[in-house]
């Protein structure tokens, strides 16, 4: 079964410092996509990794895909309050029509 | 602007109760989802359908149905609410050539609540 772990669950800081969200898994994913849920709305695509080893930006978002494939990394700059919300990875499940989506990470940056 | 509309953003019903959940979108996209998102669990897949009138399981699917009747139409339905089946309800659209790396366009939720 295809999983997707992230780190941390949740996330509490300050406006300005820089932070680092996780998504790991022990399977290989053709790609993965980020989302980010923002309080009382659906989830919103980021982007979408393809290539092993790829960073793709965002603004003040790099998104990083791992090299085998099994991780994928979020990295915020300068991180805004209007950067709060959850923040999923999602993978296409191998062989179905589903994605499977991570844990999630809960971000709150305080002004 | 492209847009999944779900009927109610919140909703309280009582055990036993049959509820359906409704959800449209406007972008004629042939595949629609059903997913339920609770804490530390992330979303989880309850039903998906890729045309009309087809349907196949996700991940959860006991105690739920669905229908796919029109295109833009897609309806969630809970035969006999139970305590457990109290969540956030998300409905999601793509377009075809799933495996593509397709955006998953999602409506806001139904947050329901059994009693």
């Known amino acids: 079964t295809q999983l997707l772990e992230q780190s941390p669950q949740f996330l509490s800081i300050q406006e300005g410092e820089n932070l680092t969200v996780y998504c790991n898994s022990s399977?290989?994913?053709?790609?993965l996509q980020w989302y980010r849920q923002e309080p009382g709305e659906g989830p919103v695509l980021l982007v979408t990794?393809?290539?092993?080893?790829e960073v793709k930006k965002l603004k003040r978002l790099t998104f990083q895909f791992g090299d085998a494939r099994k991780d994928s990394s979020l990295h915020i700059t300068a991180a805004q309050p209007g950067d709060t919300g959850l923040y999923l990875c999602?993978?296409?499940?191998?062989?179905?029509?589903?994605?499977?989506f991570g844990t999630g990470t809960r971000l709150k940056v305080l002004a | 602007d492209v847009k999944v509309t779900q009927s109610s953003r919140y909703l309280v019903k009582r055990t036993g109760e049959k509820v359906f959940l409704e959800c449209v979108q406007d972008m004629d996209h042939e595949n629609m989802f059903w997913y339920r998102q609770d804490p530390g669990l992330g979303l989880r897949l309850i039903y998906f359908?890729?045309?009309?009138?087809?349907?196949e399981k996700g991940d959860i699917p006991e105690g739920y149905s669905v229908s796919r009747e029109k295109k833009e139409r897609f309806s969630l339905i809970l035969e006999s609410a139970s305590t457990n089946q109290t969540s956030m309800y998300l409905c999601a659209s793509s377009p075809p050539n799933w495996g593509s790396n397709n955006e998953q366009f999602f409506g806001p939720g139904t947050r329901l609540t059994v009693l």
């Open positions: 359908s890729y045309d009309v009138k087809m349907k």
């Open positions: 990794v393809v290539t092993g080893g």
């Open positions: 999602a993978g296409p499940s191998s062989g179905t029509y589903k994605y499977i």
């Open positions: 399977s290989v994913f053709s790609s």
